[in-house]
């Protein structure tokens, strides 16, 4: 039995109350449609967001949106990689995907690499982002995240796992 606690415009709260290796248990979940990030290197340069992220303040993190209604991932990673830095990119390659918060969280995150990439526009905000495009050193962002300075989990495995693919060290 599923009873919705709260509907909000980005995520809603779920109360399942069920039967697991005949035990009744209850579980409360954040109900979330999924999200798209990407790596996106120009130059050997990593395209970042500085981004307010509410209540921890400006954050660096790969660009990343939340999938519409039936939204293919890699659909949504080429539009948000347009709308949150002004690239086009030609392919998308996956990456990763993962679950941030496996436990009580619906969210799964497809990482992508995307190729080809090419500035063709300013951003395109949704009216509450505020989002400023950054480019450092590939070398640079993983060594951030290794020593902590980048905390934002899917810049974090998508970094790491990129790395790691391309045997990329510092």
Known sequence: MRKKIFKGKVLSLSVYKLSIGGRKVTREVIEHPGA???????????LLVKQH??????VLEI????LNRGENPRKCAFRELKEETGYAAKKMTPLVKYYPSI????EV?????ASGIKKVSGLKLD????ISVV???FKKVLKMVLSGKIADSKTICAVLTYAMKKKIYV
Do not use: Q, W
């Open 53 to 58: 992220r509410y209540p921890h303040g400006f």
């Open 63 to 66: 660009p990343a949106g939340t």
């Open 135 to 137: 480019k450092i050193d």
């Open 109 to 113: 995150i497809h990482c992508f690499v």
């Open 127 to 130: 009216e509450d982002e505020i």
């Open 36 to 46: 798209s990030a990407m790596i996106a290197i120009e130059d050997g340069k990593l």
């Open 103 to 106: 436990g009580y969280n619906r």
